[in-house]
């Protein structure tokens, strides 16, 4: 999440940049505070400001703003110390370059692209991955407070079982935590609204949305038809097909998924 925001933060906040700043940025290296107009010796990552850059992201920056003042000479770029990030980005998009000179354009192209755009690959629009994302967040350390709570209520069963007291609470209790967590999604595609009821329950349960265990499908479909009977009401389909897309996008999995593919061979 913090990674998309600083995307979105240099394209929107900060959108005039350097040649070398755009560079930088394309490879997923942060460029310096006070700009620069040729590649550092080292910098921070854009994805984790903690780790250094590697040297393939440096030498893939280094190759990109040679071919940049390359075609400034040639008159195919322009020759103004600062450029927008959109007229850098196109000059990207359009050139013929090496994948490992533009390691992160495809991230910073979604934010100018709508999914299903030819040069955006990713199936949500950075708003609606950063409001799922947010929401994730919410759920977790909902899920914090109430282990808090319990651990409060009743020290010694949770310190000794702490899922089993957890399960122990009533689901109707839980309801109205994931609903308030969905007050945001008004306005969302009925489909992304499912996705994101199911994955707040999900991370509720505390259980890893890639590993869900046998039963738990079921569950999660006779919870969201009690709770939410406005999105999956309507028999089964509402649900499976919510499902099926939240899967085809790795964000959610059943345990045995790999075994069930196998057999399917």
Known sequence: MAFL???????????????????????????????????????????DPVRPATQSQLLGARSLLDRYHRDVDNGAASQAER??????????????????????LPEFLRHLYFPGDAH????????????????????????????????AVEPSAVEATPQRALASIDSDTMAPSVSSLLDETTGLKTRERQIRTI???????????????????????????????????????????????ARSRNLVSMANQARFAAGRK
């Open 5 to 47: 925001e600083r995307v979105e933060h240099y394209i929107n906040k900060s959108p005039m940049w350097t040649p070398a700043e755009g560079a930088l940025l394309v490879n997923g290296v942060m460029p310096p505070p006070k700009g620069c107009a040729d590649i550092p010796g080292d910098a921070a990552q854009l994805e």
């Open 83 to 104: 450029i927008t990030s959109d007229e850098f980005l196109e000059w990207c998009k359009d050139g013929d370059f090496f994948p490992t000179w533009t390691l992160k």
């Open 120 to 151: 955006n690959q990713y199936p949500q629009s950075v708003e609606d991955e950063l409001a799922m994302l947010r929401m994730v967040m919410a759920a977790k350390e909902m899920q914090r407070a109430l282990v808090s709570h319990t651990r």
């Open 199 to 245: 994955l707040a329950r999900i991370h509720e349960l505390k259980w890893i949305p890639m590993a869900i265990k046998d039963g738990g499908k079921s569950a999660l479909r006779l919870w969201c038809k009690k709770n939410h009977p406005d999105l999956f009401g309507d028999g089964d389909d509402p649900f499976n097909d919510a499902w099926k897309v």
